[in-house]
């Protein structure tokens, strides 16, 4: 025993990050299908957006980067596969820089290939970047194309038939931000609280606490917290629509409730770690004394 504890204590590290390794890997490629329970919060959004009708329009801000891409971009996927399947009109727009450069367009992409039917400029448009947040987001209220002239190609917006039907934000159902940072916050602060928009906002887990005030106090319809608020967004829409049930059971393409699965496995390996850690230093000390 005394020879297993301090081999224990002199294993290598790189053991360790294999092993980590492996268990973030293997549920992602191998699902497990571990059980999400769904939150307040999350189904606020969910039925807001559940009760648009046909010809509706959300704006979809992606103001978040590369580096929170695997918490942000299952949130946006979701969110718009509902609103196409339910024939609601999406305007995508970015005020983060990293946002509109690769990932708007990768999203977009990805929802083309599942959805083939869209027809730009009249089911959904790409305005794309646009510096300046607070400021865009209050000219917002008084016309749209005085803060985006023309969509992320140059086209004046002028001429896309969906632009026709909303001459400022008031005309949009719902604002959805999915956020890294402060800007999903001012969405709130310049947009719901002034011009009175509703929003609902997908931030990445390490700053959704601070939203549950917006929230308690109505300013936000709803909130999907990290990957787990989007990992239950999914979990929603395939109870909900069938033929996505499917799809998020056999797509071989990142999902939050994968990557649940493999949040779910490294949380429980680190504890095992920490616990079989604390034991054998805890009997390497009763040694040292007993010598």
Not at 18 to 44: E, K
């Amino acid at each position: 025993m005394a020879g297993f504890v301090e081999k224990l204590l002199g294993l290598d590290r790189r053991w360790i990050f294999l092993l980590v390794l492996l268990s973030v890997a293997t549920p992602i490629v191998f699902p497990i299908g571990l059980p999400v329970t769904t939150s307040g919060p999350t189904r606020s959004a969910f039925e807001y957006i559940e009760a648009l009708t046909p010809g509706d329009v959300v704006w979809i801000s992606f103001d978040y980067g590369p580096s929170s891409a695997p918490e942000n971009d299952p949130m946006a996927e979701a969110v718009m596969r509902q609103c196409f399947l339910k024939k609601v009109r999406v305007v995508v727009t970015a005020l983060y820089p990293l946002g509109a450069l690769g990932i708007a367009n990768n999203v977009l992409a990805k929802l083309n290939a599942e959805f083939p039917g869209l027809r730009y400029g009249e089911d959904y448009v790409n305005l794309g970047y646009k510096d300046g947040a607070a400021a865009v987001m209050r000219r917002l209220g008084e016309d749209i194309s005085g803060a985006f002239p023309t969509d992320a190609n140059g086209r004046p917006i002028g001429e896309l038939p969906l632009m026709r039907d909303v001459p400022d934000i008031r005309h949009v159902k719902v604002i959805v931000t999915v956020a890294t940072g402060t800007i999903g916050e001012w969405w709130i602060t310049q947009v719901r609280a002034q011009i009175g928009t509703p929003v609902i906002i997908g931030p990445t887990a390490v700053s959704a606490p601070k939203y549950y005030a917006y929230l308690n106090a109505g300013q936000l319809v709803g909130i999907l917290g990290g990957m787990k608020g989007a990992a239950e967004y999914e979990k929603l829409l395939a109870s909900r629509h069938p033929e996505l049930a499917g799809f998020y059971r056999t797509t071989h393409t990142f999902t939050a409730t994968k990557g649940m699965d493999g949040q779910t496995v490294i949380h429980t390996v680190i504890l095992v770690f920490i616990l079989v850690g604390n034991l054998a230093y805890m009997k390497s000390r009763m040694k040292r004394r007993g010598a």
